[in-house]
């Protein structure tokens, strides 16, 4: 299937039922095409990336590092209690 065919047909999941669709749906759509297709897929998509403008990125990060901070947070506040140590002086976030 050519890079036209997927487009096409990812078209017609966006026209037809994509709306429908969550992303777990949409992925196993995708995984179910040939690793040529998915290999021409994955250029277009990471070229697309390169259509987001400076301050879309900076947000985009922003975001993602408040989640890794967030994450780091929880795991670290966690193991400090399943260790038993005394909290007031080990959580130092």
């Known amino acids: 299937m050519a890079v036209a065919s997927v487009l096409a047909r990812l078209s017609f999941l966006i026209n037809g039922s994509i709306a429908d669709m969550n992303l777990t749906q949409l992925e196993a759509e995708i995984f179910s095409l040939p690793l040529q297709d998915r290999a021409a897929l994955a250029q277009r998509l990471l070229l697309s990336l ?33 260790e038993g140590l005394p909290l007031d002086e080990w959580r130092s976030f």
């Open 50 to 82: 390169e259509e987001v403008s400076e301050s879309e990125l900076e947000r985009l990060w922003g975001e993602q590092s408040a989640r890794r901070v967030a994450d780091f947070t929880s795991a670290y506040n966690k193991t400090i209690e399943q």
